[in-house]
């Protein structure tokens, strides 16, 4: 299955409270955002290519990813998230199913997108998007921009989906694949995100 990385937002988050640079190239214990999402694609054994989608709002994260030769860059034109990631996935001439995930997920690892793909490989819905419960995001100090009630139980979108490109412009029924694992519930949209997730990688070392 081939992967594309979303790479193009703008951080406007960060930017409120006081940064000035993409989103992208954060640094989190020394190492670019984009680069722990990469790493972790190429460590997984289900993900044969990966497309990182960027937009004239993250020009350095462009170049930087540019300059590599495990990725392949899709320049967007900045026409939002779904925009974009039409744009990237007919870009890129994706026929197949493909893993659509965000660049700000660094505790995401390769078991996890290896269990996301087995577990779309035995449903028959095209589509499938991973969802965490609400109460994991609160006991993370996260403050989600959108929640869903499933069934009666609150849960909040990952932003790690698996979509069908031969049906990218169509609607797709998609099957919720829900997670209580910290590893997808925690995307950096803030400094004070940046801040608790270099705690647990910092405790994970230990």
Request: charge should be negative; aromatic fraction near 6%; charged fraction near 20%.
């Amino acid at each position: 299955m081939h992967a594309v990385v979303m790479a193009g937002g703008v951080g406007s988050r960060f930017f409120t409270e006081g940064w000035s640079g993409e989103k992208p190239m954060v640094e989190l214990r020394g190492m670019p955002l984009i680069d722990y999402m990469i790493n972790t694609l190429k460590r997984s054994t289900s993900i044969e290519r990966i497309f990182v989608v960027t937009s004239p709002s993250v020009p350095e994260t462009q170049e930087y990813l540019a300059a590599r030769d495990d990725v392949e860059v899709i320049p967007a034109p900045g026409l939002g998230y779904v925009g974009d990631m039409v744009h990237g996935i007919q870009a890129a001439d994706i026929r197949a199913p493909a893993l659509v995930v965000m660049s700000d997920l660094p505790l995401v690892t390769p078991e996890l997108i290896d269990r996301v793909v087995s577990t779309y490989n035995q449903r028959e819905e095209p589509a499938l998007s991973v969802h965490t419960p609400l109460y994991v995001c609160t006991k993370l100090g996260q403050r989600p921009t959108a929640v869903f009630n499933r069934d009666g139980e609150l849960i909040v979108p990952c932003g790690i989906n698996i979509l069908d490109g031969r049906l990218i412009d169509e609607e797709q029924p998609d099957f919720n694949l829900i997670l209580p694992d910290i590893e997808v519930a925690l995307n950096v949209n803030t400094v004070q995100d940046l801040k608790r997730c270099e705690q647990l990688l910092q405790d994970k070392n230990q």
